[in-house]
């Protein structure tokens, strides 16, 4: 008679061998950088697969063996009554699925566990994930099976019995937790992805032990939480001389340039890391290739000066300039001065440490050498498992790596690289999107197009999403850039594709809006979120040096109705601009209670800018307006007529720099106020 416990362990003896324990380790450290990002496991499997599904989410929010952080991992097969519900509901098919798309975002992993890998509820929670972004693994029984194919990864378990699969799967489940623990201790420790200390005289060096006090790519500092972003590609120097055109030379029909002054900035990838750096909450890191010259040596104290982190891999070389002369706000002629490009050595061990723990990484390419290097592909196709890429290309450079969350070329580029003729329409922009994305290893495409906005595709057969942009004129230079890092750090920060390039069209307009490269000089508190304040300070500043008049108005602007929009119509008609002060959300709860503003600032804001009367908005947190009233100096200064008859606190201020302080009238019994009294009595005598 065979002995059923001898031939049950022979069995499990058997397979164990061929457990893929490699792969495990794999999946341990990616599991290990995710989770301490802020990411999440999703696990789920039916009947003995669930169980282990809830032991590994046990050893994950608890701890395996030495004590650490607890990580986010949630175990779908443990809610019984959100399972009970959806399999009443919708059918068991749908139970794992449901909650895949509830509690799923883009960058968390989606573990599924099944002996035979056709569970049908199990395959469509593997649908939902890869949907949603998710990167889906499997574990189960001998390969191929559905379940395998339609996940990223699969570890398949060699062996005919499924009590012995789900065996393998109990110690698979172990040998992951053991390789999650040992990544952590050694980001702790400073090392790089898989590699512990080697012996006693190993000492990390002074990057290792930056990356692992801020641990990965989203840490703490004072201010909040703190994230980094990786810049990745061809750097410049960009030089501007600007001075006053007033007349012609008498040896040419050319203007004279008079009174010139020279700035210098970092061009290319280097004006992307620049930006990204002016954004609180993140820090920034550049992989590039800088010239042995006086140029770059130039464009790494101005990257110092900001902060920049430079991870460089130039051996030689001199850096391309290039230089705009201007003059009124414009650009009469650009030299390049060009230069072969720059000899590239080997990706720096830094260089992958800080790809590795990136909240988001952004290529940057102009087409010189960067972006094609094999080391630095193979360091981003790898990163590009771990958080979003976004890769804003050039048509002398390669193609976007395998894995990349979101590509935005511009109308041009689009042309180029998709060999899609005709116009320069959106339905043009649109076909070059899905020709690209069809050809490229890409997630999604964003045809940027100026002053346009830009149009997202993430399929080929799907509606495109037109994202519009507002008219904005200035100075262009370095627009694309920003559109790319905000998407970026958007991407990186959680946030939607549509939402990412969204913010990047908005934030590219009002760059231009605010003066372009000229702004980057100003401190600000934010670039990417492009406040509104600059924009309507530099607005205002151009109308005025055309000699036109700059009218303003001011007040709560709380739930925004008739007598709002025909003070603020009036008010357009005085001048050549409008510009609304708005009271901040504190400065509405002081003056009016603690139960307003009914509407926050931000909105009041957007809907203010939404009238056609309103060329832009300032949002001030003092009581009165005195402050932004002396930065704008407007020519005019406007208020209600319930002011009629009184002398405007504000008048002396605005008429010390020779402006006008003005009434118009204002709609009988239209306030704020009234209105909420009156919903008020409506509600009460329901």
């Known amino acids: 008679m065979v002995d059923p416990g001898r031939s049950h362990t022979q069995a499990l003896a058997e397979a164990l061998p061929r457990l893929d324990t490699g792969r495990l380790g794999e999946w341990g450290q990616r599991l290990a950088r995710r989770l301490s990002r802020g990411a999440r496991l999703l696990a789920a499997g039916n009947g003995g697969s669930a169980a282990e599904v809830q032991h590994l989410t046990a050893e994950l929010v608890g701890r395996f063996r030495e004590e650490r952080a607890p990580l986010s991992a949630l175990a779908l097969t443990a809610d019984s009554s959100s399972v009970t519900a959806i399999a009443n509901d919708y059918g068991i098919e749908e139970v794992f699925a449901r909650q895949v798309r509830a509690h799923g975002r883009r960058g968390d992993v989606l573990l599924l566990v099944s002996a035979s890998g056709r569970s049908p509820n199990v395959l469509k929670a593997a649908e939902a994930g890869r949907e949603l972004g998710l990167e889906t693994w499997a574990l189960t029984g001998r390969g191929p099976n559905p379940l395998a194919e339609v996940c990223d990864a699969a570890l398949c378990v060699d062996a005919e019995a499924v009590a012995t699969v789900q065996e393998c799967h109990l110690v698979a489940v172990h040998v992951l937790c053991a390789a999650v623990d040992a990544e952590l201790a050694a980001l702790a420790a400073g090392s790089g992805p898989g590699q512990a200390d080697s012996g006693p005289d190993r000492r990390p060096d002074r990057g290792a032990v930056e990356e692992a006090s801020t641990a990965v790519a989203i840490g703490q500092s004072e201010e909040g939480p703190v994230r980094r972003l990786v810049v990745v590609g061809d750097v410049l120097l960009d030089r501007d001389i600007a001075g006053a055109a007033e007349r012609l030379s008498p040896e040419a029909p050319v203007p004279v340039v008079s009174g010139p002054q020279t700035t210098e900035r970092p061009g290319g990838a280097g004006l992307a890391a620049l930006m990204a750096a002016r954004e609180p909450g993140w820090r920034v890191s550049l992989v590039c290739g800088i010239g042995r010259d006086e140029s770059g040596a130039r464009v790494r104290a101005l990257l110092a000066e900001a902060r920049v982190e430079i991870l460089d891999m130039a051996a030689d070389g001199a850096t391309p300039v290039k230089t705009r002369i ?179 069209v908005e934030a590219a307009t009002a760059y231009v809006a605010g003066g372009g490269p000229g702004s980057l000089a100003r401190p600000t508190a934010s670039t990417i979120t492009a406040p509104t304040t600059e924009k309507a300070l530099a607005m205002a500043r151009r109308v005025r040096e055309r000699g036109g008049k700059v009218v303003a108005a001011g007040g709560c602007f709380d739930l925004l109705h008739g007598g709002h929009v025909s003070l603020l119509q009036q008010a357009r008609q005085l001048g050549d601009v409008l510009v609304v002060c708005v009271n901040s959300d504190a400065s509405v709860a002081r003056l009016k209670g603690p139960s307003r503003p009914v509407v926050g600032e931000r909105e009041r804001a957007a809907l203010l800018e939404a009238l056609a009367c309103v060329d832009g908005v300032l949002i001030f947190g003092e009581d009165t307006p005195e402050s932004v009233l002396a930065e704008l100096r407007p020519d005019v200064w406007v208020k209600g007529g319930d002011y009629a008859g009184q002398r405007i606190p504000e008048s002396d201020l605005v008429e010390s720099w020779g402006g006008q302080v003005v009434v118009v009238p204002y709609l009988e019994g239209r306030s704020t106020t009234s209105l909420i009294a009156r919903a008020a009595q409506k509600e009460g005598a329901r």
């Not at 992958?352 to 723990?357: E, I, P, Q, S, T």
């Not at 920003?482 to 946030?495: K, P, Q």
């Open 326 to 504: 201007r003059a009124r706000d414009r650009t009469i002629v650009r030299i390049d001065d060009e230069h072969e490009p720059v000899r590239l050595g080997r990706l720096p061990d830094a260089a992958r440490r800080r790809l590795g723990a990136a909240a988001a990484v952004l290529v940057c390419d102009y087409g010189r050498g960067v972006a094609a290097h094999a080391e630095v592909r193979q360091a981003l196709e790898a990163a590009a498992g771990l958080c979003p890429v976004v890769w804003d290309p050039h048509p002398k450079g390669p193609a976007p790596v395998d894995g990349v969350a979101l590509a935005v070329p511009n109308g041009d580029e689009a042309r180029a690289l998709s060999a899609v003729a005709g116009g320069r329409g959106m339905a043009e922009d649109v076909q070059r999107a899905r020709a690209l994305l069809e050809t490229w290893p890409v997630k999604q495409v964003a045809v940027t197009r100026g002053g346009g906005g830009a149009v997202l595709v993430a399929s080929a057969t799907g509606h495109p999403l037109a994202i519009p942009g507002r008219p904005a004129v200035g100075d262009t230079c370095g627009a694309g850039d920003l559109l790319a890092v905000t998407a970026a750090m958007r991407l990186g920060a959680g946030r939607l594709p549509s939402h990412a390039v969204a913010a990047g």
